[in-house]
């Protein structure tokens, strides 16, 4: 029997909304830039999975 694969749905909000509560985490790093590091890691841990055949982002960040 074949393992099951799955659709992978990934809510991005607007970068400048997202991640709210790590705005000024890192001294020298755009809050934009960051939020787009961790969505974009959550995406590739995602795809890394073989039990993903497929992933979908939705947001209605253009940027993203």
């Known amino acids: 029997m074949s393992q099951p694969r799955w659709a992978v749905v990934v809510p991005v909000k607007r ?6 509560r790590l705005r000024g985490a890192l001294p020298g790093v755009p ?3 960051l939020a787009l590091a961790l969505a ?3 995406l590739r841990a995602v795809l890394a999975c073989p039990a993903v ?3 979908l982002v939705v947001t209605d960040d253009a940027r993203v």
Request: without cysteine.
């Open 15 to 20: 970068l400048a909304v997202a991640k709210s």
């Open 31 to 33: 809050h934009e830039e």
């Open 40 to 42: 974009a890691d959550t």
């Open 53 to 55: 055949a497929e992933a």
